[in-house]
């Protein structure tokens, strides 16, 4: 079966920095750009980074970019997200995402472009 397993999450102070990751089993890895969403207590789920199946495309949301970074590894299955400069306003659950598309540059942003999801990992980022 598809299984996509995040880890990583944690508590940290403002500032800090967190990194999440994702296992992926069960699918051409290769053939997915990978993104990390996150949704916050009362708001909506948002794309936080997308990345293309070669990794040559990135897209980051506006309020986190010069502070993440996504990357991917194809040999293992794996993608990750480098978080810095941790803001209270990152607090959320972070859910990793793949979305099957039709070249190794393509990344896309909508979250119903994406068909299999992890169970999510919580970071908070305190005060």
């Known amino acids: 079966q598809v299984q996509l397993v995040e880890s990583g999450g944690g508590l940290v102070p403002a500032g800090g920095s967190l990194r999440v990751s994702c296992a992926v089993s069960?699918?051409?890895?290769?053939?997915?750009?990978m993104a990390w969403f996150r949704q916050a207590t009362g708001k909506a789920r948002e794309l936080v980074a997308a990345i293309s199946g070669s990794a040559g495309t990135t897209n980051y949301a506006d309020s986190v970019k010069g502070r993440f970074i996504i990357s991917r590894d194809n040999a293992k299955n794996t993608v990750a997200l480098q978080m810095n400069n941790l803001k209270p306003e990152d607090t959320a659950v972070y859910y990793c995402?793949?979305?099957?598309?039709?070249?190794?540059?393509?990344?896309?942003?909508?979250?119903?472009?994406?068909?299999?999801w992890g169970q999510g990992t919580q970071v908070t980022v305190s005060s």
């Open positions: 995402a793949a979305d099957l598309v039709w070249s190794d540059v393509v990344v896309r942003s909508n979250e119903n472009n994406y068909s299999y």
């Open positions: 069960g699918l051409a890895f290769s053939n997915y750009a």
